[in-house]
């Protein structure tokens, strides 16, 4: 029998639905610092943060019943996490450019991450143009190139069609583009 | 495996916080009949409206055709003001509430998002006009009618609007 480390998110979420609690605490340790640093970047609030991942991790566990397993369940919690992070913002519960958000960006890329990135987004200093677009084409490019996302997947983390998804990318890049020149940094 | 070691095999404060909650029973999972039930609903809304929007479009499309008969339909022109004054338009909020609920079912609990929202209201409204043009050519949709549209433009001039005396106009 394979070890649970072993399984896909599928297979382990098939477990969590027969009442296995443990296979979740593995769901759990796949996910959170994934969608830790993917909520810092959409509300700016490292505490906030937490607070909203850890209800995202609550929200899957009571839901998981209604996952449809022949789609994948990383958009799924992804898309639980995006609806937390904007009650959230909604709530009003954000937003500073506190310290901890710099070290929770510092410590969850990893350079692979970045090595695959657009070269010609590649740049660190383009982190404070991406914060400067507006939310929709930040989280369109930060999933795409921080989370290795397809458009397909980045539709069904946003609820919208993945042409959408496709033209706020292009608007993003583009937008982002300005910024950087007008701030100086030459993409 | 004991509660306990499940949630020490938790390897963060968060990880622990979550598990400590779905172990205490705190958290629980919803049935899979929730789901279900969530899935028969947004079918029900969908064809709910769809029934509501063709039901309309009988209507009116039995209204334009009264007016633009060929043949005389003395009695069905006579009463069209009692028709219009009759008009359902109960139904017309029912079809756009109806509307709106299956959209957003669809929208929230489906993978209707993945097509943009005006295609899929203009196929359902689409659709539900050709059934409720069907409808109408048919006999249906009206009502304790017990006869088509048919009737009431091609009555006889012995039997002038007999079919639109009767009805959904009542």
Not at chain 1, 24 to 53: C, P
Request: glycine share 6%; proline share 3%.
């Amino acid at each position: 029998m394979r070890k649970i480390t072993e399984l896909s998110d599928e297979e382990i979420i098939a477990l969590v639905r027969g009442d296995d609690v443990d296979a979740y605490g593995e769901i759990m340790a796949r996910y959170e610092s994934k969608l830790t640093r993917y909520v810092v970047y959409l509300i700016h609030d490292a505490m906030v943060a937490n607070d909203v991942v850890q209800e995202t991790f609550i929200k899957t566990y009571k839901n998981v019943q209604g996952f449809n397993p022949k789609y994948k369940f990383s958009s799924w919690i992804y898309r639980i996490a995006h609806n937390e992070a904007m009650n959230a913002i909604k709530m009003d519960k954000h937003i500073t450019h506190d310290l901890d958000v710099e070290e929770v960006r510092e410590a969850a890329y990893e350079t692979t991450t970045i090595r695959d990135i657009d070269r010609s987004i590649l740049k660190n200093d383009m982190q404070a143009c991406l914060d400067s677009i507006d939310l929709k084409y930040r989280e369109v490019l930060m999933l795409q190139y921080y989370e290795h996302m397809k458009y397909d997947e980045i539709a069904d983390v946003l609820h919208v069609p993945p042409a959408t998804v496709g033209v706020w990318a292009a608007r993003g890049k583009s937008k982002l583009r300005v910024l950087c020149e007008k701030k100086g940094v030459h993409l | 495996m004991t509660k306990q070691k499940k949630t020490q095999s938790a390897t963060t404060p968060m990880q622990q916080a979550v598990l400590k909650r779905i172990e205490s029973g705190e958290v629980r999972m919803k049935s899979r009949v929730y789901f279900v039930l969530l899935t028969a609903l947004t079918i029900l809304a969908t064809v709910a409206a769809g029934l509501v929007i063709s039901y309309l479009v009988s209507i009116v499309t039995f209204i334009i055709r009264i007016q633009t008969a060929n043949t005389p339909a003395l009695g069905a022109r006579a009463n069209l003001s009692e028709a219009l004054a009759n008009f359902p338009w109960w139904a017309v909020v029912l079809a756009v509430g109806l509307v709106a609920v299956a959209l957003w079912l669809m929208r929230t609990h489906g993978r209707m998002y993945r097509h943009k929202t005006s295609i899929v209201l203009l196929v359902l409204v689409a659709s539900s006009v050709i059934l409720g043009v069907g409808m109408s050519y048919a006999g249906i949709g009206h009502p304790e009618s017990g006869m088509g549209v048919n009737h009431s433009t091609e009555q006889s001039p012995h039997d002038p609007g007999n079919g639109a005396r009767r009805g959904w106009m009542k």
